[in-house]
């Protein structure tokens, strides 16, 4: 069955680093999501993708933040200055289609900013 | 305000005992309504989905949830919990008309007693 993957599984950063979280999404969806999870917290979305360019985001996805698909197979999320609260696990998800459509999540990425 | 609440943060019930979990909302317009499940160092994983029609749902692993219009809820259920049920459970919407972004509910964390 196909599957979204991540990569990292972890990583640790020093504050104000940049890191770059990446996803491959199922083959044949159209729409890409990031969300996150503070540990202890509900997961939160943070953006929606498609057709190679943001359709929705939250107030936490801001100008740090940025979400690129590099080539036809992956969906990054780049924190450009890491802060000690970026801390989180960071899910990524994809869809065939919006409105109700199922969404699928990978295993995520447990961040850690020290 | 809009909202998805799960009321149990932690339930603990007995192999094989019955179980139920809760979930209420607070939208406009009934929401296109989700429930996942994740397990330690896992993803999130849909169990069932309900968008319009008959209100009950048979989901994955045995477990149905029963869409209630009146009293604005979508709780979960399992005649009989296995010890590998043990997870955390999210709640989850899709408000109709905003985009495809999920919100989550806090979750709730069930232990299984032998």
């Known amino acids: 069955e196909p599957e979204v993957t991540q990569t990292p599984s972890h990583q640790v950063t020093q504050m104000g680093q940049e890191v770059i979280l990446r996803c491959v999404p199922i083959s044949n969806h159209l729409y890409f999501y990031w969300y996150r999870q503070i540990l202890g917290q509900k997961v939160e979305f943070l953006v929606s993708f498609y057709n190679n360019e943001i359709s929705e985001k939250s107030e936490i996805f801001d100008d740090q933040f940025s979400v690129e698909r590099p080539d036809g197979s992956n969906f990054t999320l780049k924190i450009r200055s890491t802060k000690l609260e970026d801390s989180a696990m960071y899910f990524c998800?994809?869809?065939?289609?919006?409105?109700?459509?199922?969404?699928?999540f990978g295993p995520g990425t447990r961040l850690l900013v020290l | 305000a809009q909202s998805v609440t799960q009321p149990d943060i932690h339930i603990t019930v007995s192999e094989g005992a019955s179980l139920e979990l809760r979930c209420n909302y607070s939208?406009?317009?009934?929401?296109?309504l989700f429930w996942y499940v994740q397990s330690p160092g896992q993803g999130l994983q849909l169990l069932l989905k309900?968008?319009?029609?008959?209100?009950l749902v048979q989901g994955i692993k045995g477990f149905e949830a029963e869409f209630k219009r009146s009293q604005s809820s979508f709780n979960l259920r399992k005649p009989s919990v296995h010890w590998s049920d043990a997870a955390e459970y999210f709640c989850?919407?899709?408000?109709?008309?905003?985009?495809?972004?999920?919100?989550f509910g806090q979750g709730t964390e069930l232990s299984v007693k032998p």
């Open positions: 939208y406009g317009a009934t929401p296109y």
């Open positions: 309900y968008f319009s029609g008959d209100t």
């Open positions: 998800a994809s869809s065939e289609g919006l409105r109700g459509e199922t969404q699928y």
């Open positions: 989850a919407v899709v408000p109709r008309g905003q985009g495809g972004k999920l919100i």
